[in-house]
């Protein structure tokens, strides 16, 4: 078996990937950046790498990234919005650990609506590897984090 990737790295490079394959959205690294008026989502990851994924956007970006998703010219609806929400938690996870993980399955959990808050406390969290990636993008920031950990 191969070694594992560095997780920052690996996070970073899968959620620009997704971002601009999925949402034709320009991800530019922002550092220190602030969100304004967000929302967030989490699921869990179990089996050979176990912990969480979580994902902070501002509310303005969201509306775009669903703009450009749907390609619809009206507003989706906040209802829709985080729908898309959870659906890119799940595509940013599923990017990562294919990439960081890709011999071992790692089932993801229903992603469910979160306090901004609990994304924060990721990077906190009392597991072996955690990363973080921000990026500003059309509409204000968006925040990826995962805390992993070799499953038992």
């Known amino acids: 078996m191969k070694a594992r990737p560095e997780l920052q ?19 530019e690294p922002a550092h220190g950046a602030v969100h304004s008026d967000a929302v967030a989502c989490s699921l869990l990851c179990t089996g050979a790498e176990e912990g969480s994924f979580k994902v ?21 609806g906040m209802i829709r919005e985080l729908e898309l929400l959870c659906e890119l938690t799940n595509m940013l996870a599923g990017s990562t650990l294919s990439a960081y993980a890709p011999d071992h ?34 509409g204000g920031l968006i925040s990826v984090s995962c805390a992993l950990q070799a499953a038992a």
């Open 56 to 76: 902070a956007i501002d509310r303005a970006a969201l509306l775009l990234l669903c703009e450009a998703f749907f390609g619809e010219d009206d507003e989706p």
């Open 9 to 27: 790295p690996t996070l970073r490079e899968a959620s620009t990937n997704v971002l601009e394959t999925m949402f034709f959205a320009d991800a």
């Open 105 to 138: 399955l790692c089932p993801l959990s229903t992603p469910q609506l979160c306090d901004v808050a609990a994304h924060s406390a990721t990077l906190a969290m009392p597991m072996h590897r955690t990363a973080t990636a921000n990026f500003a993008i059309d």
